[in-house]
């Protein structure tokens, strides 16, 4: 059996291929771990196909794929999951979800201790799960994942000698200032190998894996009603046979945009390439004015671009187009559309919010200069009768 593991919940995007021998053997065919914490949607199909060529097999010839489901990052979980489900979907393979902070604890456990999973998520608060000493491997969860303020993460530690893995570990042992917790040398991201070796002990799942976010939602964003259209649009599909004409509309809507980086023919044709990709166009007359690109994983989808040409903005085009795409994802069977927008970008954040959308988390330094990113969702009426 050959399994393929993806992890972009935290600070990594990395991949494994993992093939079962026989009984609990196994041995890694590919790991590839590309570090740093931004753009692991953008970096992780190189890095999977880089695992695939390492591996030396076609991803038809996986058994299964399996992904990290959190806790984690919002935007990371989601990247990750909605990879291995596109793929599962495609390839007609089974995925497995593997817990962050168990794969964490994996990587940690030391004979007869403790061992505390903790990942800093913030605002005074870490991601924590708890597992019993054992003599050998991993011992039994004593909690589920949970976030915790600093000083009730401290409380919730067990009583003796405990190892603490983790991007938040450092700071708990800072504040509960026990001699008895021990910093662990492992990776504060997930070994691919591990979460592979997880996935590989699991029973074949029946369902795809659901995201395990934890942190409730922020408070929703006020409708805003969006100024009507005064431009006559055509929306329509298209696909690589249109980069060249998507990455000249990409160049001139983002042109001196700080937060992003402009995208070349080559990289919408990868990106159209994606399974699951949606990417529609707006013309008026016969000028191509702006574009929407999508990605559908099963009953998810995300906004990957929305670009305008600036002198046609406020115009009604991203409106006309989003409208399409929303509708087209409806009909798709899609549940649930998610998408990034700048902190600071009240016209788009008022155009989202007059389509539905209500922010559900927040990305500190998401864009190349620093700024912050809203996470916006939007729950979508589907149709009894549409593609499931």
């Not at 299964?64 to 390839?91: E, K, Y």
């Not at 000083?151 to 800072?174: I, K, R």
């Not at 798709?332 to 600071?344: H, I, M, Q, S, T």
Request: net charge neutral; proline share 6%; with cysteine.
């Amino acid at each position: 059996m050959k399994l393929l593991a993806i992890d972009t919940a935290l600070d990594a995007c990395s991949a494994a291929i993992l093939e079962g021998v026989s009984g609990d053997e196994w041995r890694v065919l590919a790991r590839v771990v590309s570090p740093g914490g931004k753009g692991n949607a953008e970096r992780l199909l190189p890095v999977l196909e880089q695992t695939r060529a390492a591996a030396g097999i076609a991803l038809n010839q996986l058994d299964a794929i399996a992904a990290t489901i959190g806790p984690g990052s919002f935007t990371g979980i989601r990247t990750a999951l909605a990879t291995a489900r596109a793929l599962g979907l495609a390839l007609n393979r089974p995925v497995h979800g593997v817990i962050t902070t168990q794969a964490l604890a994996f990587a940690a456990a030391q004979p007869g201790r403790n061992v505390a999973a903790v990942i800093d998520a913030r605002r005074g608060e870490v991601y924590m799960q708890v597992f019993a000493a054992a003599d050998a491997g991993l011992g039994s969860a004593l909690t589920e994942p949970q976030i915790l303020p600093v000083d009730a993460a401290v409380a919730a530690l067990p009583a003796g000698a405990t190892v603490l893995v983790g991007s938040g570990a450092a700071l708990l042992q800072q504040a509960a200032g026990r001699a008895d917790l021990l910093l662990s040398p492992a990776d504060p991201n997930p070994d691919p190998v591990i979460v592979a070796r997880l996935a590989l002990a699991q029973p074949r799942p029946q369902h795809a894996p659901a995201p395990l976010y934890i942190r409730p939602p922020d408070a929703a964003l006020p409708a805003v009603t969006q100024p009507r259209a005064s431009l006559s649009v055509t929306v329509q599909p298209c696909g690589a046979e249109a980069a060249d004409i998507l990455a000249l509309l990409h160049e001139e809507a983002f042109a001196g945009d700080a937060r992003g980086e402009i995208w070349n023919a080559q990289s919408f044709r990868e990106l159209l390439a994606m399974p699951g990709a949606l990417c529609l166009l707006a013309v008026s007359g016969d000028q191509p004015v702006g574009l929407l690109l999508l990605r559908i994983a099963a009953d998810e989808a995300e906004v990957i671009t929305l670009g305008v040409k600036p002198r046609l903005r406020r115009l009604g085009v991203a409106a006309a187009l989003m409208q399409a795409g929303l509708a087209q994802l409806a009909g798709r069977g899609v549940a649930r559309c998610f998408l990034e927008v700048a902190d600071g970008n009240a016209a788009a954040r008022a155009l989202y919010a007059g389509l539905g959308f209500a922010a559900v988390g927040h990305r500190r330094g998401y864009y190349a200069a620093g700024g912050d990113a809203v996470v916006m969702q939007l729950l979508l009426s589907v149709p009894s009768n549409s593609k499931k």
